[in-house]
Nanobody, 124 residues
Framework: QVRLAESEGGLVQPGGSLSLSCAVL????????MGWYRQAPGKPRELVAV?????????GDSEKGRFTISRDSARNRNTVTLQMNSLKAEDTAVYYC????????????????WGQGTQVTVSS
């Protein structure tokens, strides 16, 4: 069984910074992709940033240059951190950790997994 463990979000002032971490726990063979999506009230869920098994990354258009996704270390490839800088009010949303995982048991997938979500509020 696979589950995602997210760090807590929080309240931050405009222009401030916040980091979110996510760990993939359980029995699996490969984490194909993992990262973060977000959903603001009344809007669809959107890509924030993901990192693939080959360490290539993808970012949503509004996050480029402000957000950085990285792995905790070469040894701990199951945990990623999203560093968010120069935060704006429009970054306010529930942030969801996401992982596409190939399991160790049949059916192997890969399967999508989501965290429970954590609130990030950017406000003065």
């Amino acid at each position: 069984q696979v589950r995602l463990a997210e760090s807590e979000g929080g309240l931050v002032q405009p222009g401030g910074s916040l980091s979110l971490s996510c760990a993939v726990l359980g029995s699996f063979v490969t984490i194909n992709t993992m990262g973060w999506y977000r959903q603001a009230p009344g809007k669809p869920r959107e890509l924030v940033a993901v990192i693939n098994s080959d360490d290539t990354t993808s970012y949503g258009d509004s996050e480029k240059g402000r957000f950085t996704i990285s792995r905790d270390s070469a040894r701990n490839r199951n945990t990623v951190t999203l560093q968010m800088n120069s935060l704006k009010a429009e970054d306010t949303a529930v942030y969801y950790c996401y992982a596409l995982v190939t399991l160790a048991i049949i059916p192997r997938g890969p399967f999508d997994y989501w965290g429970q979500g954590t609130q990030v509020t950017v406000s003065s």
